[in-house]
């Protein structure tokens, strides 16, 4: 395996890496616009959402912690880059997360892998028949998702676990041109938290959804059925599995379960 500096450069051999040198990169609002409707396929999505620069503070921030690293991981490189949508190119269950943990998916690369999140999380995937294993601990790991596709609404790991509305915004056009490659066939959107709800909502009626207004307030196992141009969508909504919220008991592994067994049964996975 080729050494590895921090952050990654694109092409130099990270398992599951999606872009190369002559991918092009976005360094501001309009570059992500352009690129991102410009992408014919998830491929090139994730190639091109992979080495954006758009969000000077988001950059700053993500490639410093690949350098600076968290002590339990100082002998590991550091992916540092934007961290692309994963699993199923066809999904029928379509999970929504926040962002990359700073060192979880901003050290591995892969959307909540490598932290206790992402422990919860495809422990419970798992269990409900949505992932082969029942861990996900680094890109390239043998982990395959069943059925299912998970991306986050911002891209990059950011500061405190809060983007800016600028920073939201400027990724928004990555997230709504993954939606719509993959809408055709995603018969349930699972929300990791009310940020993830509240952005998927907008997101779903510009591709012609039919939401209701006022807009349905997000809760843990929440459901909304949405008629739209591909049949009728269930929107579910579960408490993100954060550290604060599994700790705490607001969210258990149970009601976890619960959310994502509902989701695969009315996706109508086997």
């Known amino acids: 395996m080729p050494a590895f500096t921090s952050p990654v450069p694109p092409g ?3 398992p599951d890496d999606p872009a190369g040198p002559a991918t092009p990169v976005a360094r501001a609002a309009e570059d992500v616009a352009r690129l991102a409707g410009g992408a014919r396929d998830l491929a090139e999505l994730d190639a091109r959402v992979s080495v954006c620069r758009a969000c000077p503070r988001l950059v700053e921030w993500r490639e410093r912690v690949a350098i600076e690293k968290r002590r339990a991981f100082a002998a590991e490189p550091y992916w540092g880059r934007p961290v692309p949508g994963w699993g199923e190119e066809e999904p029928r269950v379509l999970i929504v997360g926040l962002a990359p943990a700073a060192h979880g998916g901003n050290r591995t690369g892969r959307i909540f892998t490598g932290d206790r999140s992402g422990d919860w999380l495809f422990a419970s995937l798992h ?11 680094r890109a390239g790991d043998g982990q395959r998702l069943l059925g299912a596709r998970v ?6 790991a950011p500061p405190d676990n809060k ?17 719509a490659l993959v809408i055709r066939h995603v018969r349930v959107i699972v929300a990791l938290g009310s ?12 591709l012609g959804f039919a939401v209701p207004r006022p807009r349905p307030s997000f809760a843990h196992a929440a459901e909304v059925e949405l008629p739209g141009p591909y049949g009728t969508l269930l929107l579910l909504g579960s408490y993100h599995p954060s550290q604060q919220n599994t700790f705490t008991g607001k969210v258990t592994e149970q009601m976890l379960d619960a959310v994502f067994a509902r989701a695969r049964h009315h996706a109508g996975l086997a």
């Open 12 to 14: 130099t051999g990270w």
């Open 127 to 137: 269990r409900t028949g949505l992932a082969k294993e029942p861990y996900s601990v």
């Open 151 to 156: 991306l986050a609404r911002v891209r990059c």
């Open 163 to 179: 983007p800016t509305i600028a920073e939201r915004d400027t990724c928004g056009p990555w997230f709504a041109r993954e939606l």
């Open 195 to 206: 940020f993830a709800w509240q952005n998927t909502l907008p997101a779903l009626a510009d």
